[in-house]
């Protein structure tokens, strides 16, 4: 299948059109026409060899929706013509004890990214910066037919990147949240915490995304350059997810933790951040981690998206926008995702 994409043709060089073969569809595969796919900053990290050595040509793209073109003689659970999603992972190695409970993204021989991973046969894969992907029934899910496609592409990282914790502890009713960071990320998680029925509360180091906050659903909003806040929110949260890869001092946020309370770190600071003993003893506290979900999962958060009517805020851009867009995301410059429109691809 004759493939149009935006592919890194080394880690310095800005991502350029590409043509390549997507393989021929088999028995179990589903072939989809691409739509929309977002922008992560975890394609910047990778594209630019920043995360491990990359093989290029490297298509990036990992929130992929789109129409379903043809599928397997095997393939039971979609058909052409249905709007479909593809995240973070094509494939696993489906035996092991993380794949049989449904936890694939916990892979003991680890996951096959959508891009930038070895398949079985050896080959790497290409991700969804391009006109069209072919994958694996089981790993494709199906998209809430009342989301805008363009809005719901994020959901497929930045979605399920929060609802997993969210979900794993508990943020509900009775429970208050914290969102550190009101990025990419960090939006998501306000709304998806606000329909769960928790108070959630937003700390950002930047006050002028205080109304943005609120709007989204946070019952609170605090300003993290202030020392004030710190003290005044001492012993308050339940849970506090901490979306942001800046180095900063998890030990103050770790008091601001009620006993028993857990932060879960997503954001990847560049370096080692010191956490002293005392910040978890006093109080029974934890300090956890948590990254995508498993194809379950992600469906059961589509599924509440769509029943709470809960999209990215995106911006909207053509391929030729790309390298432009990657300077944004790393100064932060983007409300608060980008997605290609990928039919700009081939033009």
Known sequence: MKTFA?????????????????RAVGAGDVAIDIHYCGICHSDIHTVRDEWGEQKYPLVPGHEIVGVVKSVGAGVTKFKAG?????????????????????????CNTGMVGTYG????????????????????????????????????????CAGITLYSPLTHWGAGPGKKVA????????????????AMGAEVTVLSHSANKKEEALKMG???????????????????????INTVSAEIDWNAYLR?????GTMVVLGIPERAIPVHAFSLIMGRKKLAGSVIGGIKETQEM???????NITCDIELIGGDKINEAYERVVKSDVRYRFVIDIKTLQN
Do not use: W
């Open 218 to 240: 946070a019952k609170t909003f605090f300003s993290t350059a202030k020392p004030a806040t710190f003290e005044m929110l001492n012993g308050h949260f339940d849970l506090i």
């Open 302 to 308: 589509l599924d509440f998206c769509g029943k709470h």
């Open 179 to 194: 969102i550190v960071g009101l990025g990419g990320l960090g939006h998501m998680g306000v709304k998806l915490a606000h």
């Open 117 to 156: 991973s070895k398949q079985a046969d050896g080959s790497i894969t290409q991700g969804g910066y391009s006109s069209h992907i072919v994958v694996n029934e089981g790993y494709v899910l199906r998209m809430p037919t009342n989301l805008p496609l363009d809005a719901a592409a994020p959901l497929l």
């Open 6 to 22: 935006y592919a890194a043709h080394s880690a310095k060089a800005p991502l350029a059109p590409y043509t390549f073969e997507r």
């Open 256 to 260: 601001l933790l009620k006993r028993d």
């Open 82 to 106: 249905d709007l479909v999603g593809v995240g973070c992972m094509v494939d696993s190695c489906r035996k092991c004890p993380s794949c049989v409970e449904g936890l694939e993204q916990y």
